[in-house]
């Protein structure tokens, strides 16, 4: 058996704080005294229009509170997204990461991190409740969230039961920017063990670029034929990049 290798441009302006729909209209005057009108900030137009009129930042100062003495909470926000580039290379974080950004201690982190990872838990168990199969985009969603915007290679594999419900979701290899090394081997045994009648499994590209290489291809007839010896299905094979997803079922299988 072989196996192969396998800023946000945002201001403090007050039209920056606008619903969308308001955006580019002429804004009234939304200072008093020098301090924003309270119906204004985010928590109120939230509980007045819903969450999606929120910019980026604004959601990000809601979860912040407020900064750090000295430090305005909308300039953290920003500060955060410019370190990071978007709200979900912020999800694939980890401390050390926030670690060097002003106006924010071990506490708002800490918070940060675990307001990411329910969201991450939450995207499990939905899937866990579902046949994957009816749900596609979910499951490529929910692994551009775990994998798209990370800077090295990773294969993650999602064991399923006879009704394509999610078991088990791993991280099954780990290499670098450019190589990683896949064994089928231990994936079919991992299957085994889990008692799994179907797998998905996906890798991303760091590059952003979801053409599967020839490896990838090579590696997907040799994964298909290992699981089909012992009667597991392989769903599909996707390749994940920052905004684009590439299926090897879509594409009729290399």
Same mark, same amino acid.
């Not at 053409?211 to 290992?226: G, V």
């Given at each position: 058996?072989?196996?192969?290798?396998s800023?946000i441009d945002?201001t403090?302006?007050?039209a @920056?704080?606008?619903?969308p729909?308001?955006?580019g209209? +002429?804004?009234?005057s939304?200072? &008093?005294g020098?301090k =924003?009108?309270?119906?204004?900030?985010? +928590?109120?137009?939230?509980i007045?229009h /819903?969450? $999606?009129?929120?910019?980026?930042?604004?959601m990000?100062?809601?979860?912040?509170g407020?900064g750090?003495p /000295?430090? *305005? &909470?909308?300039?953290?926000?920003? @500060?955060?997204?410019e370190?990071?580039?978007?709200?979900?290379a912020?999800?694939?974080?980890t401390?050390?990461?926030?670690?060097?950004? +002003? /106006?924010? /201690?071990? @506490?708002?982190?800490?918070?940060?991190?675990?307001?990411m990872?329910?969201?991450?838990?939450?995207?499990?168990?939905?899937?866990?409740?579902?046949s994957?199969? !009816?749900?596609p985009?979910?499951?490529e !969603?929910f692994?551009?969230?775990?994998?798209?915007?990370l800077q090295?290679?990773?294969f993650?594999?999602?064991?399923?039961d006879a009704?394509?419900?999610l078991?088990q979701?791993?991280?099954?290899?780990?290499?670098?920017?450019?190589?990683m090394?896949?064994?089928? +081997?231990?994936?079919a045994?991992r299957?085994?063990?889990? !008692? @799994?009648?179907?797998?998905?499994?996906?890798? !991303?590209h760091?590059?952003?670029?979801?053409?599967?290489?020839?490896s990838d291809?090579r590696?997907?007839r040799?994964?298909r *034929?290992?699981?089909?010896?012992?009667d597991?299905?392989?769903?599909?094979?996707?390749?994940? $990049?920052?905004?684009?997803?590439?299926?090897?079922?879509?594409?009729? =299988?290399?």
């Amino acid at each position: 058996m072989n196996d192969y290798a396998s800023m946000i441009d945002e201001t403090s302006s007050p039209a @920056a704080f606008l619903a969308p729909s308001a955006r580019g209209k +002429r804004p009234r005057s939304r200072l &008093v005294g020098g301090k =924003w009108l309270k119906q204004d900030m985010p +928590r109120e137009r939230l509980i007045d229009h /819903g969450p $999606g009129v929120l910019s980026d930042t604004e959601m990000i100062v809601l979860v912040l509170g407020s900064g750090l003495p /000295g430090h *305005d &909470v909308f300039s953290v926000a920003r @500060a955060l997204l410019e370190r990071f580039g978007s709200l979900r290379a912020m999800l694939d974080a980890t401390y050390s990461d926030f670690e060097g950004v +002003r /106006g924010i /201690g071990p @506490a708002k982190i800490a918070q940060l991190l675990a307001i990411m990872e329910m969201a991450r838990r939450s995207l499990v168990a939905r899937m866990r409740e579902r046949s994957l199969m !009816n749900s596609p985009e979910a499951v490529e !969603n929910f692994l551009r969230l775990q994998i798209g915007s990370l800077q090295q290679e990773v294969f993650m594999s999602l064991y399923l039961d006879a009704r394509h419900r999610l078991i088990q979701c791993e991280k099954s290899a780990q290499g670098t920017l450019t190589r990683m090394a896949v064994y089928p +081997r231990e994936i079919a045994r991992r299957a085994l063990t889990l !008692n @799994a009648a179907s797998l998905i499994v996906a890798h !991303n590209h760091p590059s952003g670029v979801v053409e599967p290489s020839a490896s990838d291809c090579r590696l997907t007839r040799t994964l298909r *034929d290992t699981l089909a010896l012992i009667d597991v299905q392989l769903v599909d094979h996707l390749v994940i $990049g920052t905004d684009k997803v590439y299926s090897f079922a879509r594409a009729g =299988w290399p």
